[in-house]
């Protein structure tokens, strides 16, 4: 048995199994029951640990394998005295350490199963003593007896007392016959209960009554008896062996070989005939040492003395080269004897074993019976509480439908709930208003098409509306059916109209000009308006909305309420042509619907890129094609902007490339007029692509343009250019009489506000003639207003963007465009597990859709920031999103709704991922527990992280921050990785911008840094409104509208944990309310830790650490992840941190290396409770987070920490099922959080 061989007492192992295996454990279970269990004292060596100092510690400490050893003091001796007080002192000091934590685990395990243990605990103990063995003697002794009083009465002629014997002699025998079948009865006790009946006499004597009770003596003296009468026959047999079979030595000869050999110093051995009757046995003595003398003499007889000094030879070599294969160099009887011997050997050894296991066997036998008794009363429990199962708590199924989607959720409409709607928008087609902007409507290319719109999709289902940039179908189109839907008759079931787009900023700005469009004065969402929208946190929506512009993901939760999408009719899914994650999706799930539901109609509005693909897609479904407005866009390339311009390229200009900068050593082998040979080290330059021959199309420009056309650095964004191109509108006879906005294309918000920067200090824009507006999503949507607004007459608006104004928005007075041919895209990195937000060129679609924004009022001017040449090398198309971001949350999203295996499902889309990506994905599910294991089907926790908005791991972040009570400043956190860091860089300060956030640093933690940022920007508005504020963000270097959103979207991740069922406990009030004035405390600090190691365990690495023999020297933080080593970010606060530990990272990114953003340092507790897989090794002293987390610990506190991780599993498992479970007087909580608080208390 494995826990014998560790030297456990059986006493020990029987109690550890009885504790374990009737509850589920195995014998991993029962290790660690037993080195949990057993004082130092009495576990076997190995598993024991000697305290160094015999005084309470208030923690244990835990240290790794790697950097340092335990080391154990020298054992002093003791006396007796000092013994007998060793015994009593640990348990006195065990009950101020650890153990006290151990025996409250005990006693909790033990209250679980108190109502179990008390209903079953009179048969167990009866099943625990009962044995089938004595049972049975005890039946057969009454089954004689009945038999004789059967023959008494018999004789007596009493009928009736004859038939209760005979009645008494079945009852006796059935119950034996059920005995035989028990796993541990002894057959023998059966054939000696027959013989001792045929030895019975059937008339009992006077003394007849005592044979009940010497049974056994009687029949053990027998036996005796008769192995004294009975002789057992001698075993006598034939050795002979003739010449032919075999040539090699005899035994004896061989024996005496062997002693000169292997005992030189011993004398031959002797060989003693011992004559028995007629036969022959041979008494061997062989003389090992002084001390030790091999004595041997078979007891098999033969019939000469030769043959008996060949077997006794043969028996003294067996017994001293035992377990070699000597006996085959022997001759062929005397070999069979040899093997004879030796499975007689083997036969004993089992015997003995099995005679020595006996107990242990009936042990685990009686431990089978309870374990099957134990299955069958759980099955019956069962089974009777489903029959009288009472309506159960509130789940979270139920609180998860909870949310609101009221803005999704109009009832459906029959001709006569109509009526209503249909007067309002007759009432409002009457105005002023409406009319006027009707004509303006009527100008747009798509109104040409309204009547074919309309009629395309009364015949079809689905309709792929192609329109080019401009044409006014996103506007247009649901105006359209919004209009034929309350105007006409053929619409008598719904009206419930569901535009999607891709990004906030479009839903709200279309929405705002649908309402002008009809003539709603309240704007979207206000009373008597038949147009809103809803956004994440933001709903403008009213019981009059029939159409509604909504984010792609807002329509996507809806669906995980209401599969079908019961109560809307139509469905249109605008610049469906950007191929984001969320449109793929929708596409896939809105294919299925329409399988299911004849009503519903789907529109795809698309640019008029590849709008046959998704028409193949949805069976090969019409196309409408909407052409744009007529007016012509002449477009620029670099090499004619640097021509018109007459901008120069400097030699020291930043965007100038390096061409000599980079040298190559090269060998140089000169062989001389005599033949010698000279090694010449040389330095020339590295040949770049950018220092090869200029394209002969260029020789048209002049040698200035020639020249910066071949050193401007292609992969930099020349703003000094743009600058000049700026100015160069203004005084160029061509451009300076053209009234119009100038639209900027730029990849990101940095490059924007750089430029914004770069506008706001040049003298030459100083003037009034320019308006500088910012267009981000970042930014707020009263600031992203000013971009829509037309401005005065003589001055010039320039707005800067990313691809947001590509096809989302349009900006109607645009005339020039600026085309940085540049965008950022998310990439993940499959091998190596990282996404990149890479800067990269975009596609020749894109490049059309940027030109096209320039011909919206009058002929426009597009400006191409790289040369024709380079235009022509892009990609038509860019790659779909789906291919290149990890695929987390939407497996989860497939999965919430039920849609089958995430690899089923996203095989039908229309760009399938590779099914490795795929299952990465459903793996990173199941390690932090939001998805079953063998099936695709969501865990309670995976419930209502799919009802967050956010990344898996902030969701699970979220919900433990709102069990353990510190909800507000997790949603920040959380807040905070979903937006954008409040943190800011300004041109040529970056040296302050760092110093300012040092001060802030807080626990070595990027996360807690901001939150503390957070805290402070709170109290400047308190104490001293918006001027204090605005200081206390000039100082620190944050910026102010980050900080609004980020309380905004934090606001909304409570909102949202809460409507899940997860309200605020007691413990949460502390972190609410007015926070702003308190600090974190070292106890919050180490919860906040905790909670985010919970939610970012799975990114999680090891700080490599080498001190310095400078301490003077700054190196940047080196990390071992699971994929290989990284280095924290330069914008990190633990950029030079120098220690050991664990580093929690938010992400990893490739850019010139591998770098760790957003980090913090956490101890080991909170990667021991809310890591990976727990598995103790006993005998090593290590306990091991998924197979590559070491720490070294006594054994009895790393199995506490593994049954602490099975207690806290336990409560979330219940609390998740069942959100609205308090947990305020939890004890295992109120531990765990206690444990995780004074972890580093001394």
């Known amino acids: 048995m494995a826990l014998q061989a560790f030297s456990f007492k059986t006493k020990d192992i029987e109690d550890a199994m009885t504790n374990t295996l009737l509850h589920g454990g195995d014998l991993h279970s029962a290790l660690d029951w037993l080195c949990l269990n057993l004082s130092d004292d009495a576990l076997p060596e190995g598993f024991s640990q000697e305290f160094e100092e015999q005084q309470p510690k208030s923690r244990p400490k835990f240290q790794s394998p790697q950097i340092q050893a335990t080391i154990s003091p020298p054992v002093q001796p003791k006396t007796r005295k000092q013994e007998e007080d060793s015994k009593i002192k640990p348990k006195k000091e065990e009950k101020n350490m650890e153990v006290n934590m151990k025996e409250w685990i005990l006693r909790y395990a033990e209250q679980q199963n108190e109502e179990e243990k008390s209903e079953n605990s009179k048969s167990l103990e009866e099943e625990e003593k009962f044995d089938p063995n004595e049972r049975y003697l005890h039946l057969s002794a009454k089954l004689l007896d009945a038999k004789e009083q059967a ?101 004896k000869q061989f024996l005496i070989d062997w002693v000169r050999k292997n005992l030189p110093k011993s004398p031959n051995p002797s060989f003693e005939k011992v004559p028995v009757g007629r036969y022959w046995k041979c008494r061997v003595r062989v003389i090992k040492s002084e ?162 719109i309309v009629e395309t999709l009364k015949r079809h289902r689905v309709v792929v509306v192609a329109g080019e940039t401009g044409s006014g179908k996103s506007t247009q189109v649901p105006h359209f059916l919004l209009e034929d839907l309350l105007l006409n008759e053929w619409a008598t079931s719904k009206c419930n109209i569901v535009c999607t787009q891709p990004r906030r900023i479009s839903a709200v700005s279309l929405a705002t000009r649908v309402c002008e469009e009809l003539g709603c004065e309240n704007g979207p969402g206000g009373r008597n308006s038949l147009c809103g929208y809803q956004i994440r946190m933001e709903s403008r929506a009213s019981e009059s909305t029939r159409l509604l512009y909504c984010t792609t993901g807002v329509l996507l939760r809806k669906l995980q309420e209401d599969g079908l999408l019961s109560n809307v009719s139509h469905v249109i899914v605008d610049e469906v042509h950007e191929r984001s994650v969320q449109s793929d999706f929708l596409l896939i799930i809105l294919k299925e619907i329409l399988q299911k539901r004849s009503d519903l109609h789907l529109i795809l509005m698309s640019a008029t890129v590849d709008s046959e693909k998704f028409s193949t897609y949805f069976t090969h479904c019409p196309i409408l094609r909407i052409s744009g407005r007529s007016y012509p866009v002449e477009v620029f390339h670099l090499e004619d902007i640097i021509e018109e311009t007459g901008f120069v390229l400097e030699k020291d200009s930043e965007y100038c490339q390096k061409f000599l900068e980079e040298e190559e050593e090269i060998t140089i082998n000169v062989t001389s007029k005599s033949g010698g040979i000279k090694k010449y080290q040389e330095y020339v330059p590295v040949q770049t692509g950018a220092s090869a021959d200029l394209n002969p199309f260029y020789q048209k420009y002049s040698s200035r343009t020639q020249h910066a056309i071949l050193y401007m650095n292609p992969h930099k964004i020349n703003l000094d250019l743009i600058l000049e191109l700026l100015v160069y509108l203004d005084r160029s006879p061509q451009f300076k009489n053209i009234e119009g906005a100038v639209l900027i294309f730029l990849p990101g918000l940095a490059h924007i506000q750089q430029l914004y920067d770069l506008l706001s200090t040049d003298r030459r824009f100083y003037s009034q003639r320019y308006k500088v507006i910012a267009l981000h999503s970042i930014l707020s949507t009263q600031d992203q207003a000013a971009a829509f607004t037309l401005p005065p007459p003589g001055v010039r608006k320039i707005v800067l963007a990313t691809n947001i104004a590509e096809t989302g928005i349009t900006i109607p007075d645009v005339v020039f465009v600026i085309d940085t041919g540049r965008t950022k895209e998310n990439k993940f990195h499959e091998s190596s597990q990282m996404s990149s937000l890479v800067e990269t060129f975009v596609s020749k679609a894109s490049a059309l859709q940027r030109q096209g924004r320039a011909g919206r009022v009058r002929d426009g001017f597009c400006f191409r920031m790289y040369t024709r040449e380079r235009f022509e090398g892009f990609m038509d198309y860019s790659v779909p999103e789906i291919l290149r971001v990890p695929l987390e949350e939407l497996c989860l999203h497939i999965m919430k709704c039920s849609l089958g295996s995430p690899e089923d499902f996203l095989s039908k889309a229309l760009d399938p991922p590779q099914l490795q990506v795929i299952s990465n994905a459903v793996n990173l599910l199941r390690r932090i527990g939001a998805c079953e294991l063998n099936e695709p089907k969501l865990t309670p926790l995976g419930q209502h992280l799919a009802a967050l908005p956010v990344n898996v791991k902030i969701g699970k972040m979220l919900i433990f921050g709102a069990i353990f009570g510190c909800l507000e400043p997790v949603a920040t956190l959380a807040a905070v990785m979903t937006e954008k860091s409040p943190f800011t860089t300004p041109i040529g300060r970056k040296d302050e911008a760092d110093l300012a956030k040092s001060a802030l640093a807080m626990a070595d933690s990027d996360h807690l840094t901001i939150y503390n940022a957070c805290l402070g920007w709170k109290k400047a508005r308190q104490e001293g409104g918006y001027r204090s504020e605005m200081a206390y963000c000039r100082r620190n270097f944050l910026n102010r509208t980050s900080l609004l959103t980020l309380e905004d979207v934090k606001q909304e991740l409570i909102k949202l944990v809460k409507a899940a069922g997860f309200s605020s406990s007691t413990t949460s009030n502390s972190w609410e309310g007015n926070r702003a004035s308190q600090t974190l405390s070292f106890k919050e600090i180490a919860l906040l830790k905790a909670v985010l190691a919970a939610g970012l365990y799975d990114n999680l690495g090891k700080i490599i650490y080498t001190k310095s023999v400078d301490v003077t020297e700054k190196l940047a933080c080196m990390v071992e992840t699971a994929q290989g080593k990284a280095q924290v970010h330069p914008s990190s606060v633990n950029r030079e941190l120098q220690t050991y530990g664990w580093l929690l990272y938010q992400e990893k990114v490739r850019y010139a290396r591998v770098y760790l953003r957003e980090t913090t340092l956490i101890t080991p507790f909170p990667v021991l409770l809310f890591g990976g897989d727990i598995e103790v090794q006993h005998r090593e002293r290590l306990l091991s987070v998924d197979g590559w987390i070491y720490f070294q610990a006594p054994v009895k506190i790393a199995v506490i920490f593994k049954q602490l991780r099975v207690l806290i599993d336990s409560v979330l498992r219940k609390k998740l099922e069942n959100p609205k479970m308090s947990l305020e007087n939890d004890k295992i909580l109120q531990i765990i959080t206690e444990l995780i608080k004074t972890e580093n208390n001394n």
Not at 153 to 172: P, S, T, V, Y
Not at 232 to 240: I, L, W, Y
Not at 345 to 352: G, N, P
Not at 418 to 425: A, H, I, M, S
Request: charged share 30%; proline share 5%; with cysteine.
């Open 151 to 251: 023959a008494t009465f018999k004789l007596e002629k009493n009928k009736q007392g004859q038939k209760d014997a005979q009645e008494k002699i079945r009852k006796f025998q059935r119950e034996m016959e059920t005995l035989e079948d028990h796993p541990v009865f002894n057959p023998a006790i059966k054939i000696l209960h027959q013989q001792n009946e045929k030895k019975k006499p059937l008339l009992a004597t006077e003394g007849g009554s005592a044979l009940n009770f010497n049974l056994f003596e009687k029949s053990a003296a027998a036996t005796e008896e008769g192995k004294d009468k009975k002789k057992e026959p001698h075993d006598v047999r034939n050795f002979d062996y003739t010449a032919r079979s075999w040539t090699g030595k005899s035994p």
């Open 291 to 452: 001390d030790d003398v091999l004595v041997a003499c078979p007891t098999i007889l033969t019939e000469d003395s030769m043959q008996a000094q060949h077997l006794g030879a043969t028996l003294a070599l067996y017994r001293l080269v035992k377990g070699q294969s000597v006996h085959q160099l022997l001759p062929p009887t005397y070999r069979d004897v040899w093997l004879e011997w030796s499975d007689a050997e083997k036969k004993k050894e089992e015997l003995s074993k099995m005679e020595s296991n006996k107990p242990r066997d009936l042990f685990i036998a009686r431990l089978l019976n309870k374990l099957k008794l134990q299955q069958q009363q759980q099955q019956q429990h069962s089974n009777s509480k489903r029959e009288n199962s009472e309506d159960p708590e509130e789940s979270w199924e139920n609180l998860v439908s909870d949310e609101d989607f009221s803005a999704l959720s109009v009832e459906s409409a029959n001709a006569e709930d109509l009526e209503p709607v249909r007067n309002l928008f007759r009432k409002l087609q009457s105005t002023p208003k409406y009319q006027r902007l009707l004509k303006e409507r009527q100008q747009l290319p798509v109104f040409k098409h309204r009547n074919s």
